[in-house]
């Protein structure tokens, strides 16, 4: 009879929806409403934003990191970086080649995410905060380079970023690798497990013995970097431009929520930064196609994160969490337990 019943808990857990289901609905969904739409090749449109998609996977997945660490943790910087390191790409490719520029680019991401680091963790400022700061300074350094700069991306550095595998790009097929690779790390991983354990509760992971400094340090500096690297790919792409990656930060964490990783912290999703990706590129390119101005897609997408949000919030219980988090931190005498008794201890989906 005991074998029985601990084998219906492990049959339920098979049988539950992932948490980047719907952003597949969402693909699926999309990508047939652009067909009906624009008659013609049907895989064009997928074709397409496997072309685009990559970038922007790359840069979530370096987000879903950071969001992962828990409530208030997010980066505004990336699309500053981005911009920013496409001139850096460019300027150090022209001299010593494509791969060192790639290196210098993912190299300039991670000290401006150094600068984050060193606010978050030594000031004491807010997260958003200290990578809106980052950005402001990031920003300034992209002017400069961006009135210095001279040429464009290595032509073999473009063949490269352009090259495709029986109509796949090789690109994206790449970031599918490390997609595998970040996911591995969560799954199976000190490190990986250590950003879940603060995301679900900080307190309690200090009292476990983990380095929440180290862990909150590699996260926002994998996240940055990861920014850096894409903005030297994008400069050889498209070309490099101080509004290269303006899209990239509202876009990012877009696709973190609605691939399914919670906002509240402490469950990430990489799988789902490719369903989230593919499914904004193709929106994209959908309300492109029927005349929406670029302003009106950020409404629509700041309005499906905060839909997103609310229903998970819904779903999971960590708006009440949050809530009691709060209470007990207002309370005069209040049991610290009720921080870390409370967390979303859910499974990883993908």
Known sequence: MSAIDNAVPTERRRLTW???GWSLIGVLAVWAVIVAVRPGAPLDPLTQALSLAPFLVLVALGQMLVITLGPGNIDVSVGTIVSMTSYVSVAV????GPVVGLAAAAGAGVAAGAVSVAAILLLRVPPIIATLATSLVVTSATLLLADAARGGADPALRSFVNAKVLGIPLIALLVVLVTVVIWFLLRHTRLGLSIIAVGQSERAAERAGLKVVAVTATAYLVSAGFAGLVGGLLAAFISPSTQLGTSYMLDSIAVVVIGGTLISGGRPVATGAWT?????????GLLNLVGWSVGAQNVLKGVLVVLVVIVASAATGTGRTSIRRLRASLTPGAPQAASTTTTQKEPIHG
């Open 18 to 20: 992932p948490a980047w």
């Open 93 to 96: 490719g022209a001299t010593a």
């Open 276 to 284: 989230g990706a593919l499914f904004f590129v193709l929106l994209s």
